[in-house]
Structure formats: C-alpha cells, structure tokens
C-alpha cells in the first residue's frame, strides 16, 4: 500500500492570512512548521492504518515549505517546481490511495479562509462543466491513476468541497472560517491528534474495501477557465489550443485528466 500526501499550507492550523504562507514574511517560519507537523501526523496515521510507503509532496508555492530535517523519516518528500504533476507530484509512482493536507477551498467560496483556485485572477475553473477548485483538479487527476483521495484537512468550507466529491472521505476541520482572513482556530496539539486518527481511519477503511472511489471524468474533456481580467483570456487565447468563448473565459479540450490537470495549472500562469 503506497499513499500520496499532497500537501498545501492555506488549510493549515492557524493560518489566516497570506504572510502566514508567504516566503518572506517574518510568521511564514512559525506556520511552515506547523505543516510539517501536520504532515508528520498524517504520516504517522498512514502507517498506523497499514501503509507501506509514504510520499509527500510539498505543494504549496514553490514547493520549499516542509522543514526536511524534521520530517517524518520513513516518508519520501518530493519538493520543488516545476514539477510534471505540480500538487500531485508522485502520483504517477503506483500509488493506491491519496491524502491531502492543508488544502483550501476553491476561488469564490465563503466563508472560507484564503479560497482561491490556483492563482488569485482566476475566478473559476469548470470541467465539462462542474466547478471545481485544487482539491476537485488534484482528485481528477489521481483518478486518471486509479487512486481516490481517502482523506483531507482543512476548514469547513473545504471540508464541504470535499465530500461533495467524495461522500465517503474522512476530512479532519482544524479551523472554522468565519471570513476570508478569518476563524476559529482549534489548538494544534488536538488538531495533530485528530489527524493522525483520521488518517488512519481512512486508510484502514479503504484497506477494507469501503470509502471513496475514484473519480472518473467522461473524455475527451472540456476544460473552462474563467478570469477575473479580460486580458487573461486574452493572452491565453493566443495558444491555438486555447478557445476564447467569452470576454473572460477560455475553453480547451483535453483528451484526458492528465491534460485537464496540467492545462488548468498552465493557465494559471496567463494572469498578468
Ligand atoms: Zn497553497
């Protein structure tokens, strides 16, 4: 049994604003620790419920948030960017079953602490036509794999976000978004402890034959980016695959999930 911990740091204990999550503010330090526990707890709860191995992937940013030395040493961590997979990265190394970590809701949802979907100027994401923010991309793409997403964290607008996808997953709520940069924070010792009995809960479930399926998406797909400035679109459209549908929106037809995926984080870079 080989599990996929991708994780993010918006949906992370505590964090409610973006200097929490940004390189160079001086909280940064404080949070990125705090992910590291978390992913170290989801570890600990990946092995508890069976697991063989364990990949990580650091998904947030420029993927250099996870404080290595402090990680869990029987987990392997994937880092960096460009990546082929960008969050996802290792899903392609026969993994059986997905976690995430520290996830956010998608770009609209309220209240929800930080929601965006890939970049800030991208208002939405549709796939043949259901909305769906980096957790729904993430799980299209494990799917195309065979691998269902089995357990998350996060606030409880994602954690929605999430079973509405998978009605089965374990999501473990480590904060209560009141706002866009706001909420109620539970401790991070109890969050810690929950996540590791979530995961392994998960996992055990799924070892048993319940729990999530994974997602299948009808081919060839139509992927729908929608922008918040007309000269996104605009310059995406200059991409011959790319079709400009309206002042804001740009279509393109994937052939599978995998290119839904790696289109949808390309397009992101179409915004300034
Ligand atoms: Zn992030």
Same mark, same amino acid.
């Given at each position: 049994?080989?599990?996929?911990?991708?994780?993010?740091?918006?949906?992370?204990? $505590?964090?409610?604003?973006?200097?929490? /999550?940004?390189? *160079?503010?001086?909280?940064?330090?404080?949070?990125?620790?705090?992910?590291?526990?978390?992913? &170290?707890?989801?570890?600990?709860?990946?092995?508890?419920?069976?697991?063989?191995?364990?990949?990580?992937?650091?998904?947030?940013?420029?993927?250099? &948030?996870?404080?290595?030395?402090?990680?869990?040493?029987?987990?392997?961590?994937?880092?960096?960017?460009?990546?082929?997979?960008?969050?996802?990265?290792?899903?392609?190394? $026969?993994?059986?079953? /997905?976690?995430?970590?520290?996830?956010?809701?998608?770009?609209?949802?309220?209240?929800?602490?930080?929601?965006?979907?890939?970049?800030?100027?991208?208002?939405?994401?549709? /796939? *043949?036509?259901?909305?769906?923010?980096?957790?729904?991309?993430?799980?299209?793409?494990?799917?195309?794999?065979?691998?269902?997403?089995?357990?998350?964290?996060?606030?409880?607008?994602?954690?929605?976000?999430?079973?509405?996808?998978?009605?089965?997953?374990?999501?473990?709520?480590?904060?209560?978004?009141?706002?866009?940069?706001?909420?109620?924070?539970?401790?991070?010792?109890? *969050?810690?402890?929950?996540?590791?009995?979530?995961?392994?809960?998960?996992?055990?479930?799924?070892?048993?034959?319940?729990?999530?399926?994974?997602?299948?998406?009808?081919?060839?797909?139509?992927?729908?980016?929608?922008?918040?400035?007309?000269?996104?679109?605009?310059?995406?459209?200059?991409?011959?695959?790319?079709?400009?549908?309206?002042?804001?929106?740009?279509?393109?037809?994937?052939? &599978?999930? /995998?290119?839904?995926?790696?289109?949808?984080?390309?397009?992101?870079?179409?915004? $300034?």
């Amino acid at each position: 049994m080989r599990i996929l911990i991708s994780a993010d740091m918006e949906g992370i204990s $505590g964090v409610s604003r973006w200097e929490h /999550v940004s390189m *160079n503010d001086s909280e940064y330090q404080t949070y990125r620790k705090i992910m590291t526990e978390e992913v &170290n707890a989801a570890i600990r709860g990946a092995f508890a419920g069976g697991a063989e191995e364990v990949i990580v992937h650091d998904g947030h940013s420029r993927g250099q &948030n996870i404080l290595i030395a402090e990680l869990d040493p029987r987990a392997e961590l994937s880092k960096g960017t460009c990546s082929p997979y960008c969050m996802m990265t290792g899903i392609d190394t $026969g993994i059986d079953a /997905v976690f995430t970590v520290g996830y956010h809701a998608k770009a609209g949802s309220a209240p929800a602490i930080l929601a965006h979907s890939m970049d800030d100027h991208i208002l939405s994401y549709r /796939v *043949n036509g259901l909305e769906v923010g980096e957790f729904g991309l993430s799980g299209i793409l494990a799917g195309r794999f065979g691998a269902p997403i089995i357990y998350a964290s996060g606030d409880q607008t994602f954690a929605a976000e999430a079973r509405e996808l998978y009605p089965e997953i374990i999501v473990t709520t480590v904060k209560i978004a009141t706002g866009y940069y706001s909420g109620i924070c539970f401790p991070v010792e109890s *969050n810690r402890a929950k996540i590791e009995a979530d995961a392994k809960t998960a996992l055990e479930r799924f070892r048993a034959g319940a729990g999530p399926k994974a997602l299948t998406i009808h081919t060839p797909a139509t992927l729908e980016v929608n922008y918040a400035q007309p000269f996104s679109a605009e310059k995406a459209a200059e991409l011959p695959f790319v079709k400009r549908e309206s002042g804001r929106t740009v279509s393109i037809v994937c052939r &599978n999930a /995998v290119e839904v995926y790696q289109f949808s984080a390309m397009m992101s870079r179409y915004t $300034g």
